[in-house]
């Protein structure tokens, strides 16, 4: 599957933005899709985990309840709502794929490019 994200720009803090990720293919909807970011001069890390049907997901910490992550399995799209931005959310964001539920970056093989979001104080 490949899959391609958008929806980065520059914000300034307390601001939103939601981000897309497109997945080709007709199996879309038997990955669970996960958000990922690396931030300048850090590693990558987990950020919001999503169900194959989107019953279910899963937050890290530093974004529960500012950020959420939805899917349209009829559009093979998930989607990162983040509200309430801070500057430390700057970063690249990539979009992951994988059939474990997992947030180990590890264990997804398929990866989006990553969309850069920028936010200023």
């Known amino acids: 599957v490949q899959l391609q994200a958008c929806g980065g720009g520059l914000v300034q803090a307390g601001g939103s933005l939601r981000l897309s990720c497109v997945a080709s293919g007709r199996t879309f909807s038997s990955y669970n899709m996960g958000w990922f970011r690396r931030a300048p001069g850090k590693e990558r890390e987990f950020v919001a985990l999503?169900?194959?049907?989107?019953?279910?997901?899963t937050y890290a910490d530093s974004v529960k309840g500012r950020f959420t992550i939805s899917r349209d399995n009829a559009k093979n799209t998930v989607y990162l709502q983040m509200n309430s931005l801070k500057p430390e959310d700057t970063a690249v964001y990539f979009c992951?794929?994988?059939?474990?539920?997992?947030?180990?970056?590890?264990?997804?093989?398929?990866w989006g490019q990553g969309t850069l979001v920028t936010v200023s104080s």
């Open positions: 992951a794929a994988g059939r474990i539920w997992t947030i180990s970056q590890h264990l997804f093989p398929y």
């Open positions: 999503i169900e194959r049907s989107g019953t279910s997901t």
